[in-house]
Each structure stands twice: as C-alpha cells, then as structure tokens.
C-alpha cells in the first residue's frame, strides 16, 4: 500500500499569505449600488388597542424599549424617536395589533 502523504501534507500545511485589503469578486452582492441598503425610517407605530390584550410580548422584544404598557393593559409607543423599525413587535405579536409604517 502506498502511504505516501506528502502531497496531503502540502495541501493542509502551507502557509496562506491573505493580508489586508480583503478583496471579494465583484458580484452583484457586493455592488456598493446593492450591498449598502438605507435604513427605514419610522412613519407611525400603528396600534389597534381594540385587538391588544397587554400580553407584552412586544415590550418585552422591542430592543430600543420603546414600547410600554398604559393603565389600561394597552400597549403605547411612548419613545417612538428610538424606534429602529426592526418589526419585532409587528412580527410577534400574536394579535396583529401593531404595526410599524415606514417612509423612504
Ligand atoms: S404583543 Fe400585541 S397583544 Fe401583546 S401587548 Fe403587544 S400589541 Fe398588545
Ligand atoms: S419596530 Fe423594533 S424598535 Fe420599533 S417599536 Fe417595534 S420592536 Fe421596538
């Protein structure tokens, strides 16, 4: 049997020289025109209190806390300037009672 590994050895021991720049193949990803996508801004929160039981869910998700409680178990936007639009809350919550509107 032939145990000749050098070449095996070779492949897996050379010594990779990649130094900064890094650079990619220009694909369509990574076209400046495509790769840098903006950042929604937020239009409104819609909430639909009638629909909202106060579970919490998306209070306790949003990342910027801006969503709380009022008095009456109803979720508000009450630091809607924090918003990152990241749909959490619209996503999970299980009513549909919030939804993030976004402008261009
Ligand atoms: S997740 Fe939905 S139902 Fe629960 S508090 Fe938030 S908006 Fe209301
Ligand atoms: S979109 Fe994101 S940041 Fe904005 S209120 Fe919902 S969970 Fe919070």
């Not at 590994?5 to 897996?12: A, C, D, E, K, V």
């Amino acid at each position: 049997m032939n145990t000749d590994l050098s070449l095996f050895s070779l492949t897996f021991t050379s010594k990779i020289n990649i130094e900064p720049p890094y650079t990619f193949p220009k694909t369509h990803l990574n076209n400046s025109e495509h790769f840098y996508m903006a950042k929604p801004k937020l239009e409104k929160h819609h909430i639909n209190r009638d629909w909202c039981k106060g579970c919490g869910i998306c209070v306790e998700l949003c990342p910027k806390k801006v969503l709380e409680l009022d008095d009456h178990e109803k979720v508000s936007a009450l630091r809607p300037q924090d918003c990152i639009c990241c749909k959490f809350c619209e996503l999970r919550c299980p009513d549909l009672a919030i939804e993030i509107e976004t402008k261009e």
